[in-house]
């Protein structure tokens, strides 16, 4: 995990700044997705209204949680090793299940494919991803990585 934190040892030279991009569409899922569960600003929904030009109704959904950030979230996505045949029910499901207390950590989830369905292989879909889970903690930012971690390993499917 990156994190900004203080030189032990200060620079010499002055600070120097640039622009990386600029960017006019709404933010895609791994941004937006997450801060609509965290802070509960749901970016989707103020720029359709802005293209609208209802801006009155966009203001009122542009206000975060009172209390900011309700938790330190991360999106887990479960890769598609190969294509077949999808021989599992739901996996979120059988892991909370197996393991509610992950269960209790995840805010929403999301499976492309469910028993009987025809998986492609990620060679030939852009979709490379069996599923993507919202996990989150209250505890710390470092404690989300290692939930995300677990969901990785415990998850499971099968294609044949």
């Given amino acids: 995990m990156l994190d900004l934190s203080l030189r032990s040892v200060p620079t010499k030279r002055k600070p120097s ?3 990386l991009e600029i960017n006019p569409r709404p933010p895609g899922i791994q941004a937006a997705d997450a801060i609509k569960h965290s802070y509960g600003v749901d970016y989707w929904g103020p720029a359709l209204l802005f293209a609208l030009q209802d801006r009155k109704r966009a203001r009122h959904l542009s206000h975060p949680f009172t209390q900011g950030s309700q938790y330190w979230c991360e999106m887990v996505f479960i890769p598609v090793v190969k294509g077949g045949i999808c021989l599992s029910d739901d996996p979120c499901f059988e892991l909370f299940s197996r393991r509610p207390g992950l269960a209790a950590q995840v805010s929403w ?7 009987g369905e025809r998986v492609p292989d ?8 069996f599923a993507h889970l919202n996990i989150f903690s ?11 971690e677990t ?3 415990e998850l499971r499917y099968s294609i044949v």
């Fill in 109 to 115: 989830w999301c499976t492309f494919w469910t028993k």
């Fill in 122 to 129: 990620p060679s030939e879909d852009r979709n490379a991803f």
């Fill in 138 to 148: 209250r505890t710390s930012r470092a404690h989300t990585p290692e939930i995300g």
């Fill in 17 to 19: 700044a640039w622009l």
């Fill in 151 to 153: 969901v990785r390993k």
